[in-house]
């Protein structure tokens, strides 16, 4: 199909109304599968695969972030440290060299990249601009087509939970997978965190919408536990949440 659009690009529009789009569960599926996949690679040296992963690193934390400022206000800048993670203790890769374990991962790692960035477009309210698209994208003309099309389709709530989706399949890996994972995925997700926390502000208090108190309240829990993850460079998630505290937090009660 790639190859039909470049030759006859007039039928692109054509093309693209005709894919249906996924449901939030069947995109939400493939992310929780391509993450067991990711997560069912990394070789334990006692062979227990997965269920080893709330032994081998921890998804949240009590790390803090340094606020920045930035054009959004409430310091949601780029984060300042190094994408990095710390080295794995010997114990938590039984004593394999990471260069081995890395390349290992590494097609698990790009099918997981690969299944996000591929049902991202259905569920963003981010408007790509060319130089965003050709940095997050290699097929960035049909990704930005795709995203045009259905930007006002996907409710609040659905892009929330596709989002959390995406975080949650990251902070279940160990520290080594993440590491490799969040220098890829970060970047585009603190950009769709932000652009979803600035329909919300739209809809509440600029067109006078309102939100169930029971999906607001999944929002808060969802946001407050990704606040405290740390390593990485995912301390932005703490200052997503305090933009959406800042935007919306008083339908919970809440202010900065």
Same mark, same amino acid.
């Given at each position: 199909m790639t190859s039909m659009l470049r030759t006859q690009p007039s039928l692109k529009p054509l093309i693209l109304s005709l894919i249906p789009r996924p449901s939030l569960d069947t995109a939400t599926q493939a992310i929780a599968q391509a993450?067991?996949?990711?997560?069912?690679?990394? /070789?334990?040296?006692?062979?227990?695969?997965?269920?080893?992963?709330?032994?081998?690193?921890?998804?949240?934390?009590?790390?803090?972030?340094?606020?920045?400022?930035?054009?959004? +206000?409430?310091g949601f800048g780029r984060p300042s440290s190094s994408f990095?993670?710390? /080295?794995? @203790? @010997?114990?938590?890769? +039984?004593? !394999?060299?990471?260069?081995?374990?890395?390349?290992?991962?590494?097609?698990?790692?790009?099918?997981?990249?690969?299944?996000?960035?591929?049902?991202? /477009?259905? #569920?963003?309210?981010?408007?790509?601009?060319?130089e965003q698209g050709q940095r997050y994208s290699e097929n960035q003309s049909h990704a930005s087509a795709l995203q045009s099309q259905h930007k006002d389709r996907s409710h609040p709530s659905e892009t929330f939970l596709f989002l959390h989706a995406i975080i949650s399949g990251v902070l279940s890996q160990p520290s080594l997978t993440r590491a490799s994972l969040i220098p890829i995925l970060l970047p585009r997700l603190r950009d769709e965190w932000?652009? %979803?926390?600035?329909?919300?502000?739209?809809?509440?208090n600029r067109q006078g919408g !309102?939100?169930?108190?029971?999906?607001?309240?999944? %929002?808060?829990?969802?946001?407050?536990? #990704?606040?405290? @993850?740390?390593?990485n460079g995912v301390e932005v998630m703490r200052e997503a949440?305090?933009?959406?505290?800042a935007k919306v937090g008083w339908l919970v009660g809440r202010q900065v």
């Open positions: 993450a067991k996949k990711l997560l069912d690679a990394f /070789p334990y040296s006692n062979g227990m695969g997965g269920s080893m992963a709330s032994h081998t690193s921890s998804a949240f934390g009590s790390g803090s972030s340094g606020s920045t400022s930035s054009a959004y +206000g409430y990095g993670g710390q /080295p794995m @203790a @010997a114990s938590q890769t +039984g004593g !394999m060299r990471e260069e081995y374990i890395r390349s290992r991962l590494s097609p698990h790692i790009s099918e997981y990249v690969s299944v996000c960035f591929s049902y991202l /477009p259905y #569920f963003s309210n981010l408007t790509l601009s060319t932000i652009a %979803w926390i600035e329909r919300v502000d739209e809809v509440v !309102m939100f169930g108190h029971e999906t607001v309240k999944t %929002w808060e829990r969802g946001l407050d536990e #990704f606040a405290q @993850a740390h390593g949440r305090d933009l959406w505290v």
